[in-house]
């Protein structure tokens, strides 16, 4: 049985940091690309950043690069997310998601999602 289980969240100072984890099963974890995705309150979800199945490629949202990296861990079958200086609108809750392809889609279209961990920074 699939699974997607994501960990790390809380409330953080303006500025601050987190780190995510996501750790699945039930599935080959390296040939999938993986993504993050967020929702903030009243609007909808977005995607957040991606890595693909073997880790080479990266892909973030404008918002959050140079703020935010991912990762992955295959041994572990775990994916991160690093999450840099922080900002009040980076508040959400935040999704693990698998992809149906190995490589991050232009047009994400996942076909798993975690049950997400919330996120809230504080000014």
């Known amino acids: 049985q699939l699974q997607l289980v994501e960990s790390g969240g809380g409330l953080v100072q303006s500025g601050g940091s987190l780190r995510l984890s996501c750790a699945a099963s039930?599935?080959?974890?390296?040939?999938?690309?993986m993504g993050w995705f967020r929702q903030a309150p009243g609007k909808e979800r977005e995607g957040v950043s991606c890595?693909?199945?073997?880790?080479?490629?990266?892909s973030y949202a404008d918002s959050v690069k140079g703020r935010f990296t991912i990762s992955r861990d295959d041994a572990k079958n775990t994916v991160y997310l690093q999450m840099n200086s922080l900002k009040p609108e980076d508040t959400g809750i935040y999704y693990c998601?698998?992809?149906?392809?190995?490589?991050?889609?232009?047009?994400?279209?996942?076909?798993?999602w975690g049950q997400g961990t919330q996120v809230t920074v504080s000014s």
């Open positions: 039930g599935f080959t974890f390296n040939y999938y690309a």
């Open positions: 890595i693909s199945g073997s880790g080479s490629t990266t």
């Open positions: 998601a698998k992809e149906r392809v190995r490589w991050c889609p232009a047009s994400p279209a996942p076909d798993s």
